[in-house]
Nanobody
């Protein structure tokens, strides 16, 4: 069963930090090459934030220019979980954050310099950054 559950969102002041978690079902984790983090605000397209190659020994990562240097994506394969550590948060980082699993049947999304097909999505976790 494909399942992704995000957690860790919240409200912080500008300059603060949050760590988001994306817990995937074993099936999802074993059948996808990449897990990605995305964000979306009302009326805007979903934006790719970061992605990571999740196979053991992999770990290739990609970041959107808007978060590079402030955000780190990482994985814990023992827990089927991908994390998004966000530091030096800005008000413009306010959004609903989603994680997604790569799928050959998914729609194309850009994450930094790469294009991926993502099809399976979690329910999202809200991040609000106040100035």
């Amino acid at each position: 069963q494909v399942q992704l559950v995000e957690s860790g969102g919240g409200s912080v002041q500008a300059g603060g930090s949050l760590r988001l978690s994306c817990a995937a079902s074993r099936y999802t984790y074993s059948s996808s090459n990449y897990i990605g983090w995305f964000r979306q605000t009302p009326g805007k397209e979903r934006e790719g934030v970061a992605s990571i190659y999740i196979y053991i020994g992999g770990g290739s990562t990609y970041y959107a220019d808007s978060v590079k240097g402030r955000v780190t994506i990482s994985q814990d394969n023992a827990k089927n979980t991908v994390y998004l550590q966000m530091n030096s948060l800005k008000p413009e980082d306010t959004a609903m954050y989603y994680c997604a699993a790569e799928s050959v049947s998914g729609r194309w999304y850009a994450v930094g310099p790469r294009q991926f097909r993502f099809d399976y999505w979690g329910q999202g976790t809200q991040v609000t950054v106040s100035s």
